[in-house]
Each structure stands twice: as structure tokens, then as C-alpha cells.
């Protein structure tokens, strides 16, 4: 069975729509840590993080939001969030809250591999990285490799990045962790193409989009991608 991560991004309603995400086929969960210029965020998650900032959400309230989520579901719960956010905070003190919270890993988007090795997170490469890079990310990464599945940001595409096969064969021949692809995958269509390379599928801007409808309408489309993977 392939793993499905949801991405939602920490607010108030975020504890009820990770149930219904979680209730839908969701294996695994990554809370967005909202951060003022968020890189590699399309329109979607960067209106998302925007607006959750305005509604008062800095990393104590997010991390509050976490261990609310961790009351209510067992799959893993990842933070993903931006270095600035762990270096005005402390890192250690990020990684001990967070884990004293339920979070299982992190994903910090900017943060090189080659620093900060006291922060346990899941590596992210992409269609740029070269083979010693990808290699580097796999013998540090925590649980899995994330693939980038393209070369631009977050957000809903017409079709599958035509460079994720080629990024997936490299990724495997270099190491055997669990690969789980991101970045412009929307549709279960989609979710199924990525399935068929990939151990797992991260779907992002579309959860994002379904979760601003309420928890019904994101378990139904989650409970969609699921079917997709069967």
C-alpha cells in the first residue's frame, strides 16, 4: 500500500480537519508551520500561512495545534516549516517541543543538510540535485526522502513533472529509504501516475483548497486519492 501525506497548515480548525483527513485514507500528516516568506509556497499555501499568521498562529499556537492533532489521530505527524522559525525559537528547544507534542520528524525546507544535524528531519531534493547531493540527503534524512518532483514551487499543475521518473531512478539507485514524492500533484489521477514511481504521494495546495470547505469536503477528497492508490 502506497503512504498518502496531507499537508494542512496549523490553525485553529486544523485538529478537526487532520481527523477528517486522517478518517478519509490519510497515512501520514504534515503540519505548515506558518513563516512570513515562505520560499517555496505557491499562491495557495502562501494565502493559507498569511492568513493563519493574522489569526495569531506563531510557533507556540502551532505547536499547541499539533499536540491537539496528536489527541485525536496515530498516523505520523510532521511540522514543516522554514529555518528562520527554528532559529528564532532554538532548534534543540523546536525539536523537544515539538516531539514532547506527538510530532514524529520535521521538515524544514531551507535548512541545508549540512547544518544543524541536531534537528532529526526527513531531506528534501529535487530534479537540481546532483547524485552526491541526493546521496547526502538519504544518509541523513529521518524515516524518508521527500523528491521534489519539479523546479518551481507548491501548487496544483495540469500533469505530473515529467522529470519525477528520472529524479526517482537516480534517488534509487542510490539508496533504499522510502521515497515519497511532492509538489503539484492535485488529482487522484495525478496520485495514481506518482504511485507508480514513488512509495508514497504528498499532496499539498488541493488539501489545502478542500480544507477551506470544511472536514467533510477534505475527507471526501483525500477518501479519493485513497481509492486512487488501491
Keep these: 500500500m502506497k503512504t498518502l501525506v496531507i499537508y494542512l497548515v496549523c490553525e485553529p480548525e486544523t485538529p478537526e480537519l487532520a481527523e477528517a483527513a ?14 512570513s516568506d515562505p520560499l517555496a509556497e505557491g499562491p495557495t499555501i502562501r494565502l493559507a500561512s498569511e492568513r ?3 489569526r495569531g498562529m506563531r510557533t507556540a499556537q502551532c ?12 498516523v505520523p505527524l510532521v511540522p514543516m516549516t522554514y529555518a528562520a522559525i527554528l532559529e528564532a525559537y532554538g532548534y534543540e528547544r523546536f525539536v ?3 516531539r514532547a507534542a506527538g510530532a514524529t520528524s520535521a521538515i524544514v525546507v531551507d535548512l541545508p543538510v549540512e547544518e544543524r544535524r541536531e534537528v532529526p528531519r526527513v531531506q528534501l531534493v529535487a530534479p537540481t540535485s546532483t547524485d552526491e547531493r541526493i546521496a547526502a540527503c538519504a544518509t541523513a534524512t529521518d524515516g524518508w526522502l521527500y523528491l521534489v518532483s519539479l523546479t ?3 501548487g496544483a499543475r495540469g500533469e505530473v513533472s515529467p522529470a519525477l521518473a528520472g529524479l526517482v531512478e537516480r534517488t534509487r539507485a542510490l539508496t533504499g529509504v522510502p521515497l515519497y514524492a511532492g509538489f503539484g500533484i492535485s488529482t487522484p489521477a495525478h496520485a495514481a501516475t506518482v504511485a507508480e514511481l514513488a512509495d508514497g ?3 499539498g495546495s488541493r488539501a489545502v483548497q ?12 483525500v477518501a479519493s486519492l485513497r481509492a486512487a492508490l488501491r
Aim: aromatic share 6%; proline share 4%; hydrophobic share 45%.
Design 96 to 98: 523537544a517541543d515539538t
Design 22 to 35: 486522517v478518517d478519509g485514507g490519510a497515512d501520514l500528516i504534515e503540519l505548515g508551520f506558518p513563516f
Design 52 to 54: 493563519a499568521l493574522a
Design 201 to 203: 504521494v504528498v499532496v
Design 210 to 221: 478542500e480544507a477551506e470547505k470544511g472536514p467533510e469536503a477534505l475527507r471526501d477528497y
Design 152 to 154: 518551481g514551487t507548491t
Design 63 to 74: 505547536i499547541e495545534c499539533l499536540a491537539e492533532v496528536r489527541r485525536r489521530v496515530e
